[in-house]
């Protein structure tokens, strides 16, 4: 079980927006940037967004990330038919061993 | 253009052992880590492990830590992962990524921004 929470499924239309939310504590979102990554099917996980709120050079502006506290939030505007996949969180956990935290995964239906 | 490019997986049996390799271009070999993520069939994707730019600082993941280990070859620019005593619950494809930031001796973890495109690894008997 992921120590991140994401919701499992979230849907919306065509051209409407859908937020994406991801929930940690203390030594992982709290201490440290967050990553969101689209994993779309039969492809390679892609990057989105870095250092909370950062986009990747060729990722368009209606992917837009944000952070307060413990949680992040991805939010996705003008869905698309090729939106549809699933989306992660990601970050380091400062804890004792360390290593990187993934959040369980949101699958996007666009309806 | 950064490119990472998995290979080296396969069909095993449980106990066995598998080495997949990573091979990278485009960026300065040196300067970065480099992770292992895998994702289990109907699973979410789940980090494995990360060796340091100077190979001389490893994490793992507690599911794998004593039976995988992690390596890289600055002649080939190549990342290796040498998985001993495998299970079932391994299956998964395997894909290798760079991590964001240049290496200067703090902790990996910021982004894993160029993925390859994975490795797939069936351990049954």
């Known amino acids: 079980q992921s120590v991140l929470t994401q919701p499992p499924s979230v849907s919306a239309a065509p051209g409407q927006k859908v937020t994406i939310s991801c929930s940690g504590g203390?030594?992982?979102?709290?201490?440290?940037?967050v990553s969101w990554y689209q994993h779309l099917p039969g492809a390679a996980p892609k990057l989105l967004i870095y250092?909370?709120?950062k986009r990747p050079s060729g990722i368009p502006d209606r992917f837009s990330g944000s952070k307060s506290g413990t949680s992040a939030t991805l939010d996705i505007t003008g869905l698309l038919i090729g939106d549809e996949g699933d989306y992660y969180c990601g970050t380091w956990d400062s804890s004792l061993s360390g290593g990187f935290l993934f959040g369980g995964g949101t699958k996007l239906t666009v309806l | 253009q950064v490119r990472l490019l998995e290979s080296g997986g396969g069909l095993v049996r449980p106990g066995g052992s598998l080495r997949l390799s990573c091979a990278t271009s485009?960026?300065?070999?040196?300067?970065?880590?480099i992770g292992w993520i895998r994702q289990a069939p109907g699973r979410g994707l789940e980090w494995i492990s990360y060796?340091?730019?100077?190979?001389?600082?490893?994490y793992f993941a507690d599911s794998v830590k004593g039976r995988f280990t992690i390596s890289r070859d600055y002649a080939t620019n190549s990342v290796f992962l040498q998985m001993n005593d495998l299970r079932v619950d391994d299956t998964a494809v395997y894909y290798c990524?760079?991590?964001?930031?240049?290496?200067?001796?703090?902790?990996?973890?910021?982004?894993?921004?160029?993925w390859g495109q994975g490795a797939k690894v069936i351990v049954s008997a």
């Open positions: 485009g960026f300065i070999f040196t300067d970065y880590y």
């Open positions: 203390n030594s992982d979102i709290g201490n440290n940037y």
């Open positions: 060796i340091s730019s100077g190979g001389g600082t490893i």
């Open positions: 990524a760079k991590d964001f930031s240049l290496d200067r001796g703090g902790y990996p973890g910021r982004a894993l921004d160029i």
């Open positions: 250092d909370d709120y």
